[in-house]
C-alpha cells in the first residue's frame, strides 16, 4: 500500500495553483450521457475518482480521449444500454448520478447503490422520489437499482432534506422531461450551478441553480459542447488550512473567492490573515490562532468536506472548539488518528469538543477516507517529527498532486510507492 511521509513543522510558502473541482467533474461527466454529440471537459482534476468515472463511461460504450491531463473529450454516441457496470461502480459514490443522466436518455436505468468514502448511510430515497415525481418506477435487486418509465413528465418536487446528490440526479432527469419540473429545497453547492451551467451549454433551459428553486424546462435534444470546470473550492480550503497550521504564508490560485467564503469567514476568526484578489486568495498567519465553533451545513454554510482538515487545524488553536457535523453520522472517524498524533479531541455522537495543544507529534496513521486523509497530512505538516500516512489511496481519489504541490510550497513529504517498500523491507529480513 502506498504512503505518504511528511517531516513536519516546515512553514508553506508559496502559490500553489487549484485545480478543477473533484465534486463537479462528478457530476458532469455523467451528464454527457445525455448528449447527442461529443463533449470537450477542461480543467478536470486528475484524480483517481475521474480516471475511474471515465472508465464506467468507456466500458459502457463511450469514446473517452484524454486530450490532456486535464481534458477530457467524450463521444457518447455509442453507448446503447442503460446498464452500468457494477464492478466498478459500487466503489463511487457519484456513479450514483448515472441514475438520472441514464433516465434522461433512455428512460431506464440500472445502476449499483452508492459506494465511495464511507461515513454513515447513503440513502437515496430523495433521489427516487424525484425520480417517482417524474413518472418513474423503481426496485432494487442485488445491490442494483433499476429504474424506468414509458416517459418522465415534469413535475413539482419538494426535497425533504437539503441533498446535493438528489438535486443533481432530479436534474439529470428532468432536462429531458417533458414540460416543466421544480425543484424546491434544492441544494445550492458551486457545483450544482456548474452542472446547470454544461447543460445549459449542451442546449438544456435550466433556472435558477444557485437558489433553492430550480426550475427545468424539458428539451428533445442535448448537444456536443466544450466546457470549463470551476475550480475546487475544497482542494483550496485545503492548503489554506495547511498554511495556517503551519503557521505559513500560501496563495491559492485559479479559485473563486465568492465559493470560499464560508471558509474564509472561519480562518478569520480562528486568526489566519486573508487577503482576497479576483481569482486568488491569501491565507498567512502573523500570530496565534483561537479555538472556533463549527457546524458543517449545506452551501452556502461550513461545507462537510471541510470538516476534518479545519478539525486538524483546531487541535493546535489555542481554546476548546465544538465542532458539530450536522450533515453526516460518523464522520470522526479520522479523529482516533488524530489522537495518536497527541490531538485532545472528544467525540459523542456528532459533536467533536478540541482541546487545543501547542503542537501534534508526528506518528504512524491511517487515511480512513478523502478528506481524512487530507485532515493528517495538514496535521502531520504541522507535527514535530515524522508522520507516515497508509491508505493514501483515499487521498488520491480527490487531490491532484497533492505531494508535489506541497513540495512546491517547501513541506518535507514524499510518497513512498510499493515497489520501493520490498526491497527495504526485504533487506531489513
Ligand atoms: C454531501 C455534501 C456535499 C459533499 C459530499 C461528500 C451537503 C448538503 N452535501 O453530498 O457537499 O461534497 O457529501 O462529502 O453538505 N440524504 C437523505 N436522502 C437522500 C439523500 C441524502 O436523507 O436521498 C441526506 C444524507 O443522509 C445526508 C444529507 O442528506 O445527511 C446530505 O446528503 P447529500 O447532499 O445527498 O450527499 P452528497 O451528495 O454525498
Not at 67 to 74: D, S
Not at 87 to 105: N, Q, T
Not at 333 to 352: C, H, N
Amino acid at each position: 500500500m502506498d504512503t505518504i511521509v511528511i517531516s513536519g513543522g516546515k512553514k508553506l510558502r508559496g502559490t500553489v495553483p487549484i485545480s478543477g473541482a473533484k465534486n463537479a467533474a462528478l457530476a458532469i461527466i455523467p451528464a454527457v450521457v445525455l448528449s447527442e454529440g461529443v463533449c470537450r471537459i477542461e480543467n478536470i482534476p486528475n484524480i483517481s475518482d475521474i480516471t475511474l468515472i471515465a472508465k464506467i463511461l468507456s466500458e459502457m460504450g463511450a469514446i473517452v480521449k484524454m486530450v490532456n491531463k486535464n481534458t477530457l473529450e467524450i463521444d457518447p454516441r455509442k453507448i446503447v444500454s442503460p446498464v452500468a457496470s457494477y464492478e466498478l461502480m459500487r466503489h463511487m459514490r457519484a456513479s450514483y448520478y448515472l441514475l438520472g443522466a441514464l433516465l434522461g436518455k433512455f428512460s431506464s436505468a440500472v445502476v449499483s447503490l452508492p459506494g465511495g468514502c464511507d461515513f454513515g448511510v447513503r440513502p437515496i430515497d430523495q433521489h427516487l422520489k424525484g425520480f417517482m415525481a417524474l413518472g418513474a418506477k423503481y426496485r432494487v435487486d442485488g445491490g442494483m437499482v433499476h429504474v424506468d418509465c414509458d416517459k418522465l413528465v415534469g413535475s413539482n418536487i419538494y426535497m425533504d432534506v437539503v441533498s446535493v446528490g438528489a438535486t443533481v440526479n432530479i436534474m439529470l432527469a428532468a432536462v429531458k422531461a417533458e414540460g416543466l419540473t421544480t425543484i424546491e429545497n434544492a441544494a445550492k453547492e458551486p457545483h450544482i450551478v456548474d452542472l446547470a451551467n454544461f447543460l445549459n451549454c449542451m442546449g438544456a433551459d435550466v433556472r435558477g441553480a444557485g437558489t433553492d428553486v430550480i426550475k427545468i424546462r424539458g428539451v428533445k435534444k442535448l448537444s456536443g459542447t466544450t466546457y470549463s470546470i470551476i475550480p475546487d473550492q475544497i482542494e483550496a480550503g485545503t492548503y489554506m488550512i495547511a498554511a495556517a497550521a503551519t503557521g505559513g504564508d500560501v496563495t491559492v490560485t485559479n479559485v473563486i473567492p465568492k465559493h470560499l467564503e464560508s471558509i474564509t469567514a472561519k480562518l478569520e476568526e480562528i486568526g489566519v490573515q486573508i487577503e482576497e484578489y479576483d481569482d486568488s486568495i491569501r491565507a498567512y498567519c502573523d500570530g496565534k490562532l483561537n479555538k472556533c465553533n463549527i457546524k458543517t451545513m449545506p452551501h452556502p454554510g461550513f461545507p462537510t468536506d471541510m470538516q476534518p482538515q479545519i478539525t486538524a487545524l483546531l487541535s493546535i488553536c489555542e481554546g476548546t472548539s465544538i465542532v458539530n457535523e450536522a450533515v453526516w453520522d460518523n464522520r470522526f472517524r479520522y479523529v482516533s488518528e488524530l489522537r495518536r498524533m497527541g490531538a485532545q479531541i472528544s467525540v459523542d455522537g456528532k459533536i467533536a469538543v478540541v482541546e487545543g495543544i501547542e503542537n501534534l507529534v508526528g506518528a504512524p496513521v491511517k487515511a480512513t477516507d478523502l478528506r481524512a486523509g487530507a485532515a493528517l497530512v495538514i496535521a502531520g505538516l504541522s507535527a514535530n517529527g515524522l508522520t507516515t500516512i497508509e491508505d493514501i489511496g483515499h487521498i488520491e481519489r480527490g487531490y491532484e498532486n497533492i505531494v508535489g504541490k506541497l513540495q512546491g510550497l517547501g513541506a518535507d513529504i514524499k510518497k513512498i510507492v510499493v515497489e520501493e517498500q520490498i526491497p527495504a523491507v526485504a533487506a531489513a529480513l
